[in-house]
């Protein structure tokens, strides 16, 4: 079975400061794993995503996240917070060659100090 | 850009009422999936078809439930009869493999 974790329901920093979003996964076998994001209103849209290629993957918007196996980790990351960056973020994982079914984290609300 | 269209927007209906939602995924991808969002729960499977294929509804109240793919243009998901416990956004996501998935921007649904 796979399952994600995402630690911190609500993360806040300031404007121009580090965003660092943790997530661990859970997976039987090698997974994909997923960074959405998720805006007031409005449906998820995928931010970025690791499919066993590069272990450094970069997304949308500046946002870039590390797998780590040996941590089972996938924590995102922006160098320089924006305001515009104020949303919900969601890590996911689904398994490579099995279902492929994808499961969610609970999320981070992510809030911008000015 | 490609996207994944769902229809209605919101719905308010009464409880006892059928609901049927709908979904256009995009053209080529063979998997389509449908979520439930609601603060208490976040975001839970409902039910998940690989080319037109149901594969997983686990998720489902199959007493109230349905998902149906009647041709790789349409997804449905009907609910009845409706329950104000059902009351949530329902999204549909439709992609590829595990190459990453497109999201509808969802039905709102209230159940009064």
């Known amino acids: 079975a796979q399952s994600v974790t995402q630690l911190g329901s609500h993360v806040s920093v300031s404007e121009g400061a580090l965003v660092l979003l943790r997530c661990n996964y859970s997976?039987?076998?090698?997974?994909?794993l997923f960074w959405y994001v998720q805006y007031p209103n409005q449906g998820l849209q995928l931010l970025l995503k690791y499919t066993s290629a590069a272990t450094l993957v970069k997304g949308i918007n500046g946002f870039e996240a590390e797998f780590k196996k040996s941590e089972t980790s996938f924590h995102l990351t922006k160098p320089s917070a924006h305001m515009s960056d104020a949303a919900e973020y969601f890590c996911a994982v689904s398994e490579v060659g099995g279902n492929e079914k994808l499961t969610f984290g609970t999320g981070t609300r992510l809030t911008i100090i000015p | 850009d490609a996207r994944v269209t769902q229809t209605p927007r919101d719905k308010v209906t009464e409880m006892g009422q059928e609901v049927t939602m709908r979904c256009q995924p995009i053209l080529g991808h063979n998997t389509v999936f449908w979520y439930r969002q609601t603060m208490m729960q976040g975001l839970e499977l409902l039910a998940y078809f690989r080319n037109r294929a149901p594969l997983d509804d686990s998720g489902m109240p199959k007493d109230r439930f349905s998902a149906e793919m009647p041709d790789a243009t349409l997804a449905t998901l009907k609910i009845q009869p409706s329950e104000p416990r059902d009351s949530a956004v329902y999204f549909c996501?439709?992609?590829?493999?595990?190459?990453?998935?497109?999201f509808g921007s969802g039905t709102r649904l209230t159940v009064v």
């Open positions: 997976s039987s076998v090698p997974p994909y």
């Open positions: 996501a439709s992609g590829f493999g595990g190459y990453g998935y497109t």
